[in-house]
């Protein structure tokens, strides 16, 4: 079955930087593009991050350009998050998710539990 585990997030200091980690199984890691979404709490469900299968095209919202980077390794099944210069407002529960096919956007079928970022002094 299809399985989606995010690691390294943690507490963080504004301005400082963390890596999530998203390790797939279950499927043709490299058949489907991938990105990350995150919810604070009170808040809605922000999509933060994508990535094409074939890491040709990228998408981030305005609130992370610049900041974070997002990449994936094929031969390892697994798409990071890195986040630099940190901000309070990027305290969340950052999840995985699969998208439906290899070079689109448009829906996603399954999503990991998430890891939980906290940046604070």
């Known amino acids: 079955q299809v399985q989606l585990v995010e690691s390294g997030g943690g507490l963080a200091q504004p301005g400082g930087s963390l890596r999530l980690s998203c390790a797939a199984s279950g499927f043709t890691f490299s058949s489907y593009a991938m990105s990350w979404a995150r919810q604070a709490p009170g808040k809605g469900l922000e999509w933060v991050s994508g990535i094409y299968r074939d890491g040709s095209d990228t998408y981030y919202a305005e609130s992370v350009k610049g900041r974070f980077t997002i990449s994936r390794d094929n031969a390892k099944n697994t798409v990071y998050l890195q986040m630099n210069s940190l901000k309070p407002e990027d305290t969340a529960l950052y999840s995985c998710?699969?998208?439906?096919?290899?070079?689109?956007?448009?829906?996603?079928?399954?999503w990991g539990q998430g890891t939980q970022v906290t940046v604070s002094s």
């Open positions: 998710r699969k998208h439906l096919r290899a070079t689109s956007w448009n829906g996603y079928d399954y």
